[in-house]
């Protein structure tokens, strides 16, 4: 028994956004972790936590939205149609999920560390003796 050609196609759709998905996360990991260690002072335990939830998100909000794509056989869809749909969709999934989890960390960041820091000619004021 042969696998039909339009789920064949769901398949290669589908591992191509696993694949994409994946690419990101591992691009991604090293980055929010730093990030969430430098927020939560050096404790290991919560950034692992929130990088494995993180790197989940990032797999299965994309796979979620590929899987919404499934072909019931009964149309006659263009391949290579279906497979860009598939991964546009998902890619925009994923988007939305790396743009969310950004303002999530935002949101962490302290008032201060984003400020804008002095300018040599007001340090230089600040650190000169006042003569009062």
């Known amino acids: 028994m042969a696998i039909p050609k339009h789920l064949l196609v769901f398949l290669f759709g589908l ?3 696993l694949m994409l998905s994946t690419l990101v996360v591992i691009l991604l990991r090293g980055f ?3 990030l969430i260690l430098d927020l939560n002072g050096e404790k290991d335990r919560q950034a ?12 299965l909000v ?3 939205i590929a899987l919404i794509f499934v072909p019931d056989g009964k ?30 960390i935002h949101q962490l960041v302290p008032k201060s560390a984003v400020s ?3 300018n040599k ?11 009062i």
């Open 15 to 17: 591992s191509v956004v």
């Open 32 to 34: 929010i972790r730093n």
């Open 48 to 59: 692992r936590f929130w990088v494995a939830y993180s790197n989940t998100l990032m797999l």
């Open 62 to 64: 994309p796979l979620i």
């Open 75 to 104: 149309q006659e869809v263009d391949p290579f149609v279906m497979v860009v749909n598939q991964v546009k969709w998902s890619l925009i999934g994923l988007a939305s999920t790396v743009f969310v989890l950004g303002l999530a």
């Open 116 to 118: 804008p820091s002095k």
């Open 121 to 131: 000619e007001e340090k230089q004021q600040d650190e000169a003796p006042s003569g």
